[in-house]
Each structure stands twice: as structure tokens, then as C-alpha cells.
């Protein structure tokens, strides 16, 4: 298989283009994709300070290698879950990738705020894991750049994330999900930061070679939590789709962003008011974060 | 040919001397969900693996 740019040997297919790449002529296809992402989204300036939320994993870091290539001003936030060796070994890797391109690391932990690292919150909710722990992120990330003054946050969401969480999102007819499913969420109030996902034309396996042939150190292993979690089991229903008919990722997410979301926008308008514990924006009284947050207090 | 596979890491026995695409198959993963990296490259699901070679299956998928 030749490149598609320069006819030298291909190291990767990527067959939803139709097309295959040698290792520069990929990278740059790459950066051009999140290139494209932000500017049709508007997603940030070079005057403003990007916090980027990092896992340790190859989406996230990968997303932080392009933008400080690209020469935005960016600060890495590390979220500590918790979650025994996997979220020591994952802690690690942001660290070292930080430190060897001298760029900021915000380290905060799960447990210092809600009371409980994600095992025990798994435990006292008695939810899935994910359901907490993606709380306590969304929350944290929020607050966090308040905080420290960032307009805005950018995390590592891929096309499969995100065509996972809308094929969820469908199965269940959950119309209120819809309308926030966009790479790129505007500050609707002064206490929300806009949130951006500059990968989100990005497939996780582009992702992953992005990440590989940057020789990016980040951690293969998977959540231990993440074992049977729904959204890996709709991620391979979709792969499966995707290898009978290349594109068919694509064309589901592109196909609702371009013609469907708009029409659950106008349906599913929330009204957003301040959590009288905390402060941070909420459509009830007190917010998600802060009773999760009673909840295990309460337990523990 | 030597497989290595990930989550939990083990490794495979499997014939060489044929492409990529038919280890895959063989082993009956979906090519969209991995990377497969000989040395320190990737290759192309057209690539003919040697006998000798060992090639790693990186799986891309994360969840949560």
C-alpha cells in the first residue's frame, strides 16, 4: 500500500477516506483534522489559555502534543480517580509528558473533593462506575477552570466516543442528551466554561497511530472499570458497521450534527440556575456533584 | 509468527507467510479496532508477515 500524498510506503489505511498514509504525510493529515475542528467551531484563539483535560491515555495526550505544536497556550488537568494502580501509572505518564515539554500540570484528586476515590463512590451509589466518575470529571473540570481562569476546557473525545454516546444516546431516546452533543459547548453562563472536543473528526484508531508514531508515552492498559461498560459494547457494534461499510461512523455523528441536532435544540431548552451549595450552574436546586458528594459522605 | 495481544498482554502462536488481513481474520479481530506494529512501525492489513516476525495487536478501543 503506497501514501496517498507522496507514493512511498503506508503505514496506516485509513479506509473511510479512501486512502493511505506514510508516517509524515498521516501526522500532518492528523494536525490538519484538528486544524479544521477548531477553526470550524471556533473552538479557541491563540490569545486565549486552553485547559486541557488529560488522562493519561492516547486521545487526551495526543490532543495536548498537537496544540502545543500548533503553539497554543495550554495547561494540562489531571483528574485522579482513584482507581488503585491504573490511575498511578496513568498520573505518571501526564506527569513525564508535561515535564518533557515544560508546559503546566494541575493535578487534582477525586477523592480530596467528593469525599471518596471512584472505587468507593462505584460502592456507596451503587451505579455503574463510569456514571460517578464522568460526573465528578464534568464538575471538576468546570470548577477547576474557573478557578484558575481558563475560558476554556478541551478534552480528547474522538468520532467514536462521540458516535458511541449518540447511538446511546438513540437506543434510549434520550432527547435531553442530544442537544449537548457537540464539539464545541458554548459558556451558556457565567460559571460554565465553553467545552471543546478538537478530535472529534478523529477516529480512536487515528488516535492511537497519532499517538504511536509521535512515540507519545501513554497507558494501553484499560480502566479496570471499563470492562463492560455499555459505551466499549456500542464502540464495537459500531466498529462492526464501520468494517462492513467504511464511513458509517461518520456519517451517523456528521449526519446529526449537520441535520438533527439543531431541531432537539429548540425542543430540550433548560433553564440554569446556581447550586445553592456550591455555586456552580445546575438545572435544580443543588447539583448532581454536590449529592453524589452527600451520598458518600454519609456512607463513608 | 509470534502474536502479542493486550488487556491482559499474552501472546499467540499463528502461521506466518501470509498478510495481515488474514491474521486478523484468523484471530477474528476487527481491523478498525486495533494497531498492529512490527518493530517500532506500523504496517498495513496488505502486509505479508514472515514465519520469524512478531507483530503486536494494540487495541485502540477505551471506554467509560
Redesign the interface.
Known amino acids: 500500500?503506497k501514501c496517498r500524498k507522496c507514493g512511498t510506503g503506508?503505514?496506516?489505511?485509513l479506509r473511510r477516506h479512501n486512502a493511505?498514509f506514510c508516517?509524515p504525510d498521516f501526522l500532518e493529515f492528523f494536525r490538519n483534522q484538528v486544524r479544521e475542528a477548531i477553526r470550524k467551531h471556533r473552538m479557541f484563539t491563540r490569545d486565549e489559555r486552553v485547559l486541557v483535560a488529560v488522562s493519561g491515555?492516547?486521545?487526551s495526550l495526543g490532543l495536548w502534543d498537537v496544540l502545543i505544536e500548533e503553539g497554543y497556550q495550554t495547561s494540562g488537568l489531571y483528574l485522579d480517580l482513584g482507581i488503585y494502580d491504573y490511575s498511578v501509572e496513568s498520573k505518571a505518564k501526564c506527569e513525564a509528558f508535561a515535564a518533557a515539554r515544560e508546559v503546566p500540570l494541575i493535578v487534582t484528586g477525586v477523592a480530596d473533593e467528593v469525599g471518596a476515590p471512584v472505587p468507593v463512590i462505584k460502592e456507596v451509589t451503587r451505579r455503574p462506575p463510569?456514571s460517578g466518575?464522568?460526573l465528578s470529571k464534568r464538575y471538576l473540570m468546570n470548577r477547576v477552570a474557573l478557578e484558575h481562569g481558563f475560558p476554556v476546557v478541551a478534552t480528547g473525545h474522538n468520532l467514536?466516543d462521540e458516535a458511541a454516546t449518540l447511538f446511546g444516546s438513540v437506543m434510549h431516546w434520550q432527547t435531553e442528551a442530544l442537544p449537548r452533543q457537540s464539539p464545541a459547548l458554548a459558556s451558556t453562563h457565567p460559571k460554565l466554561v465553553r467545552r471543546v472536543k478538537p478530535l472529534y473528526r478523529l477516529?480512536?484508531?487515528e488516535?492511537?497511530?497519532y499517538a504511536?508514531?509521535r512515540r507519545i508515552d501513554y497507558i494501553?492498559?484499560?480502566?479496570p472499570?471499563?470492562k463492560g461498560?455499555t459505551?466499549?459494547m456500542y464502540?464495537?457494534i459500531l466498529?462492526?458497521m464501520?468494517?462492513a461499510s467504511p464511513g458509517a461512523k461518520h456519517n451517523f455523528l456528521f449526519g446529526f450534527l449537520d441535520k438533527a441536532r439543531a431541531a432537539f435544540e429548540r425542543a430540550e431548552a433548560v433553564s440554569l440556575q446556581e447550586c445553592v451549595r456550591c455555586g456552580q450552574v445546575t438545572t435544580g436546586t443543588v447539583c448532581a456533584f454536590c449529592k453524589l458528594s452527600d451520598q458518600v459522605k454519609r456512607a463513608t | 509468527m509470534r502474536v502479542v495481544l493486550?488487556?491482559p498482554r499474552r501472546e499467540v502462536e499463528v502461521a506466518g507467510g501470509r498478510r495481515v488481513r488474514d491474521v486478523l481474520k484468523e484471530l477474528d479481530v476487527?481491523?478498525?479496532?486495533?494497531?498492529v506494529?512490527r518493530g517500532d512501525?506500523?504496517?498495513?492489513?496488505?502486509?505479508v508477515v514472515a514465519d520469524e516476525d512478531t507483530i503486536e495487536l494494540?487495541?485502540?478501543?477505551?471506554?467509560?
Request: charged share 30%.
Open positions: 500500500m503506508a503505514v496506516i489505511e493511505a508516517a491515555g492516547k486521545d463510569c466518575c464522568g467514536d477516529s480512536e484508531r488516535a492511537a497511530a504511536f508514531l494501553v492498559e484499560e480502566c472499570f471499563a461498560a459505551s466499549i464502540k464495537e466498529s462492526r464501520e468494517d | 493486550r488487556n476487527i481491523p478498525e479496532t486495533v494497531l506494529i512501525t506500523l504496517i498495513t492489513a496488505d502486509q494494540r487495541p485502540v478501543m477505551s471506554g467509560g
